[in-house]
């Protein structure tokens, strides 16, 4: 079995890292959407969408999410160790 250097781990965990914090923002701008479309929708006195699909991805992913932060923290803190 194949080892990461040192450097290669690091720039593998900001890779996740980054990808995370996209995946944040784009969330953060369909919730917005999401709130701005049912706000229209109720002026215009018609159904929410429950946006059932949105919601599904955001359970999807929660738990990778969760564990690359801890993941993260993990390495940032074990170089603090040495």
Do not use: C, G
Request: no cysteine; hydrophobic share 40%; charged share 35%.
């Amino acid at each position: 079995m194949e080892f990461l250097s040192e450097q290669d781990s690091k720039e593998q965990k900001n890779t996740v890292i980054d990808r995370l914090k996209m995946y944040d923002d784009k969330m953060a701008y369909f919730r917005s959407n999401k709130i701005n479309i049912n706000q229209r929708q109720a002026l215009l006195r018609m159904a929410e969408n429950d946006f059932k699909d949105f919601e599904k991805a955001k359970m999807y992913i929660e738990p990778y999410h969760k564990l690359w932060n801890l993941i993260a923290k993990f390495m940032d803190q074990t170089a603090a160790w040495r």
